[in-house]
């Protein structure tokens, strides 16, 4: 098993579930990255979501996208990024990283180049928002010869053709869009993300992460009693744009910390 495999099972047999922040690389400066990495295993995190920056997002709100503006303004590339993953591998071979983005980086880089170096600076997942399951069948199955899983949305609004590719071409866990919006939105339809997510986890048969919406250790425990993971980025990366340099890996796994705690109390509960 990879990684994230490794992961979940681990979880599950701890009783626990997985908590996923999400920060962008290169924000606020490249070279903040790898310690905010750290500093978000230092506060709970069992995986670590990446987000690679683009100039044209499409499921980004506000804060993201001016985490990925900030980003670009210092020429941070997804080949930068993935120098980022080999520094953040120097101190820890365990917590898995999923590279989160777009599709245009990737395929400026070129596919196979970028399979093999990204399995080699140490990325164990990839999810490209816009890359849906029944038109990437070729890249899924190259990410999975080289190693890594292919992670795809779900929303609300998903068909259920969509569920069955997802089922063939997804592997490591599934990312569930709790909400019809953009990244940060607040509001969360506890209730509803509640009634879908035990049918949702039946029909694709890998753990399921739900994001979009989540800014406080309330949310995420009540997400975390139905879910498999819980994915939070935004709440993250304002932390961050409110800190100085210095402060912001200790703001960081200090937010993150108490979103750990609200969870595991949640579950013991």
Not at 74 to 79: A, F, M, V
Not at 169 to 194: F, I, P, R
Not at 211 to 230: C, E, L, N, S
């Amino acid at each position: 098993m990879g990684r994230i495999a490794d992961t979940f099972a681990r979880l599950g047999r701890e009783g626990r579930k997985a908590l996923i922040p999400f920060i962008t690389a290169g924000d606020p400066e490249p070279g903040l990255t790898p310690p905010l990495m750290r500093a978000l295993v230092q506060g709970g995190a069992d995986i670590i979501e990446l987000g690679v920056p683009f100039s044209d997002p499409m499921a980004d709100g506000p804060t993201i996208q001016r985490a990925s503006e900030r980003a670009l303004t210092w020429g941070t590339s997804l080949r930068i990024v993935l120098g980022m993953v080999r520094e953040f591998r120097k101190g820890n071979a365990q917590t898995p990283v999923v590279l989160m983005g777009y599709a245009n980086p990737i395929e400026a880089y070129g596919i196979p180049a970028f399979v093999a170096d990204a399995a080699a600076a140490g990325v164990d997942g990839v999810l490209v928002v816009d890359y849906p399951p029944e038109e990437c069948a070729e890249f899924a199955a190259a990410l999975k010869a080289g190693g890594l899983d292919p992670i795809f949305l779900l929303a609300p609004t998903s068909s259920d053709a969509r569920f069955e590719q997802v089922a063939r071409s997804g592997s490591g866990y599934l990312y569930y869009v709790s909400l019809k919006g953009v990244t940060g939105a607040a509001h969360l339809d506890l209730d509803e993300v509640a009634r879908r997510i035990p049918a949702i986890r039946e029909r694709v048969g890998m753990p399921v992460g739900v994001g979009f919406g989540i800014r406080d250790g309330a949310a995420a425990a009540r997400v975390a009693t139905v879910a498999d993971a819980v994915v939070i980025g935004s709440r993250i990366i304002e932390e961050i744009e409110n800190s100085s340099r210095e402060e912001a890996p200790g703001r960081v796994a200090a937010f993150l910390e108490g979103v750990r705690k609200a969870m595991d109390a949640g579950r013991s509960a």
